[in-house]
């Protein structure tokens, strides 16, 4: 199938063979919002179909109407909008049914996985009674059998204990397991169409590949069709089979997945493929292979190794790694010398030892990514560089001063806090709501005693020109800016007493693929402008490829692999790091295919 480009209008199902008809057709579906008394399009005139076992992929930025056109679909839009069209399930009008109808059609054949489960889940039920619940919501059968089978769906996911899950609340899970007891929800009724949306966003690259493994294997067995909403590029070429890529509301351009990758015909989607950070792309103008690196990797048989041997080669990869990097003349920012550090106790709950034995360097002018599965210490070590979290052992130096020794309140500290920035995950959590972001940005500086009256205002209007926002937003409030906006202004409040240091924690991780291009791109010229160094701590391997001169690579509290950029991607020692690089998925479905089956030698070989 050709890749062909649609102003809105055209019909993206004429192609469809007549033996077997569409799971679901959408035909000129548009979808308004009543604001400030005018109708505010969100979608227009959408037209695509999905068939049974299929996955397409509607993938976009924020914005472009991808969620609220598929929301549409099940009628979960707020009271102030209008859907108009055509939706049609196994060849039924969807939007003409009766509300007690569409309850029916609600979980039983179609389901929907959303993008935070945390939230989607509810906080004061264990997952088994969720699960039950919509099973006898739907189907008459007896409580007794009801658990038989959510506990065999819990297992059909992969949970690792699922009787454990079953009785566990949601914040007793991990974010990959949540995941899957909220997979295993939506799948309790045998659903005709699933709605993924954004379903492995907020997860780390090793569980992103299991659950995107979960989602094809499940697409196999219950034949169902899917709708994968995302802005993730990499996803995309691994599961779907069809794109729908949407921009404004409309939907410019649809394909099979070789088509849209290897020749899109829009605009849009050539940048926005365009945007997509490659894991390796620095290491030349073909970039490094790191498929080929990941390959060469697997020919050490690691079966007959016992775990003594494996943890003395760690240590023998460490010591050359650190050996092997080039130390500036300059005395380090920041240095970790066999540190470990603990959450502290409280009430019934013990002290928890969350990094241990951890040695690091950080020199001036230097960016090191910092990066490891959720748990692995890396936001641990972040968060105690800026005198967050006590230290329990070892010496952590900060620009010279050791601040082991030190409490949260002491002064010494907070001396050493004004020559250390941090930028935070979430931008829109980190602003206060009821500041203009120029009071957001000025603040630190005052409290600081750096700059007062007019000199604060050219100091903030300079920060604003550094991070490329006009100065008329300096009166503008957080909720008025796009993410990429609020990203941009905790950035230039870090940046406003001049630190030596900036940590960054998974700054881009929320962004869409775009607006984390231009992030990055800002952050590469500011960090070579200001001269300062990073500690930059992340989940996504690509974007360190991007942004550091040298990786260190966490896992369970412990630093397992460190060196240079090249010398991690191109022949990454530790079984842990070769398992972590081969979860990453690449923006090209054959390649991505190649990696999956490495991925799956990898493993193999590691149980």
Known sequence: MSTQVIGGTGDAGADQPASQGPVLEVRNLSV???VDKQWVPAAIDLTYHVNAGEVLAIVGESGSGKSASSMSLLGLLPSNSRVSGEVLLNGKSVLTMSPARMRQIRGNDVAVIFQEPMTALNPVYTVGFQIVETLRLHNEISPDEAKQRALRLLQMVELPDPDKAFRSYPHQLSGGQRQRAMIAQSLSCDPKLLIADEPTTALDVTVQAEILDLMRNLRSQLNSAIVLITHDMGV??????????????????????????NNPQ?????????AVPHLGQRGGNDGVDI???????????????DPAELERREHEVLARATSAVTRPDADPVLELDDVAIEYPKQGRVPAFRAVEGANLTVYPGQVIGLVGESGSGKTTIGRAAV???PVAAGSLRVVGTDISGFRPSSKELGAVRRHVGMVFQDPSSSLNPRLPIGESIGEPMFLAGEAKGNDLQKRI????????????YRNRYPHELSGGQKQRVGIARALSLRPKLMVADEPTSALDVSV???????????????????????????????????????KRGRIVEQGSRDQILRSPQDPYTQRLLAAVPLPDPAKQRERRELRAKLLATSD
């Open 236 to 261: 995309v070429a691994d599961l779907a089979d069809r794109i729908a890529v949407m921009r404004k509301g409309r939907i410019v351009e649809t394909g099979t997945a070789d088509a849209i990758f």
């Open 32 to 34: 308004d919002f009543g």
């Open 516 to 554: 984390q291009a231009k992030v990055l791109e800002l952050f590469q010229n500011l960090q070579r402008e200001l001269g300062f160094a990073c500690l930059f701590v992340t989940h996504d391997l690509a974007v360190v490829d991007v942004l550091a001169d040298y990786i260190c690579v966490m």
């Open 461 to 472: 209007e300079t920060l604003l020109d550094q991070v490329e926002l006009p100065r008329s």
């Open 291 to 305: 498929t080929a690196a990941l390959a060469a990797a697997t020919h050490t048989e690691l079966q007959s190794i």
């Open 266 to 274: 829009h605009e849009y989607t050539r940048a926005l493929l365009a």
């Open 387 to 389: 005198g967050l979290l």
